[in-house]
T-cell receptor, first 113, second 114 residues
């Protein structure tokens, strides 16, 4: 039973436009949320995180939104750049665990020049 | 500064064999976690070690074991390999155990079981 779902396996966006990646979770015990980016032949790289006490966190071109009532997380990338092309994973941590990350299945983002 | 390193990069084994994967954390990091990533899926948590003690275990059979050494490096052992163990094995390190401690991932070890 998947606790973290990324329903879009792939997304293509034109350079300069906004990329919106979505993630849904089922467990209300999750209280810390993260986005990772993964290039081929590399490990995942941390992008941005948000705790359950917030509904938005910004870092440069990246903004994460958290809707707790809908159990929905999204990552906005503005403006999108070709170097952003990668697999994006959302990950969650439950309030009962130390640092165990539960990942979604990932979304392949392709930014077209 | 060196990031998280893992060895070997690639490995081919046959069913029934055992394998040992190694991980060196970032200098100063005391926590190491292991994840399995099967093709088309996100990484799945296997173990977490902090200060040489197991602090978390995912839903994996007892064929999977791990340990952390005094220098904070870690080994993941898998016995009686099955075809389904073919995956990318990722190691991640962090300074501490709390949620604010970012996990840094290594490039992974690609294990193929024939």
């Amino acid at each position: 039973d998947q606790q973290v779902k990324q329903n879009s396996p792939s997304l293509s966006v034109q350079e300069g436009r906004i990329s919106i990646l979505n993630c849904d979770y089922t467990n209300s015990m999750f209280d810390y949320f993260l986005w990772y980016k993964k290039y081929p032949a590399e490990g995942p790289t941390f992008l941005i995180s948000i705790s359950s006490i917030k509904d938005k966190n910004e870092d440069g071109r990246f903004t994460v939104f958290l809707n707790k009532s809908a159990k929905h997380l999204s990552l906005h990338i503005v403006p999108s750049q070709p170097g952003d092309s990668a697999v994006y994973f959302c990950a969650v941590i439950s309030s009962g665990s130390a640092r165990q990350l539960t990942f979604g299945s990932g979304t392949q983002l392709t930014v077209l020049p | 500064d060196a990031g998280v390193t893992q060895s070997p990069t690639h490995l081919i084994k046959t069913r029934g064999q055992h394998v040992t994967l190694r991980c060196s954390p970032i200098s100063g990091h005391k926590s190491v976690s292991w994840y399995q990533q099967v093709l088309g899926q996100g990484p799945q948590f296997i173990f977490q070690y902090y200060e040489k003690e197991e602090r978390g275990r995912g839903n994996f059979p007892d064929r999977f074991s791990a340990r952390q050494f005094p220098n904070y490096s870690s080994e993941l052992n898998v016995n009686a390999l099955l075809l389904g163990d073919s995956a990318l094995y990722l190691c991640a390190s962090s300074q501490g155990q709390g949620k604010g401690n970012e996990q840094f991932f290594g490039p992974g070890t690609r294990l193929t079981v024939l």
